[in-house]
């Protein structure tokens, strides 16, 4: 059984930093793909930055520049660093990790950046 637990979410005033965490229950360099996604209220899931085994690193236009995907494997740590925040970033922030045909989603920490 894999499991994603998430932590680092809060509130933040616009222009700040959070730092979200996601740890597995297994050796994260198993799965093929590994990520963050976030969805805000009344709006879909939407992707914010993945990678994927091979070192190919993918950002949604919208926290280029901002936001870093980073790993830990000795901790089997995922980790998302976000500078420069402002108010459209609010949303539940979700890590997500693939592995061969099956997707594992965190519980989801909730991410505030007030104006």
């Known amino acids: 059984q894999v499991q994603l637990v998430e932590s680092g979410g809060g509130l933040v005033q616009a222009g700040g930093s959070l730092r979200l965490s996601c740890t597995a229950s297994i050796r994260i360099f198993s799965f093929n793909t590994v990520g963050w996604y976030r969805q805000a209220p009344g709006k879909t899931r939407e992707l914010v930055a993945t990678?994927?085994?091979?070192?190919?690193?993918n950002y949604a236009d919208s926290v280029k520049d901002r936001f870093t995907l980073s790993s830990d494997n000795a901790k089997n740590t995922v980790y998302l660093q976000m500078n420069s925040l402002k108010p459209e970033d609010t949303a539940v922030y979700y890590c997500?990790?693939?592995?061969?045909?099956?997707?594992?989603w965190g519980q989801g920490t909730q991410v505030t950046v007030s104006s």
């Open positions: 990678f994927t085994r091979g070192g190919y690193r």
């Open positions: 997500k990790m693939v592995l061969g045909p099956s997707d594992y």
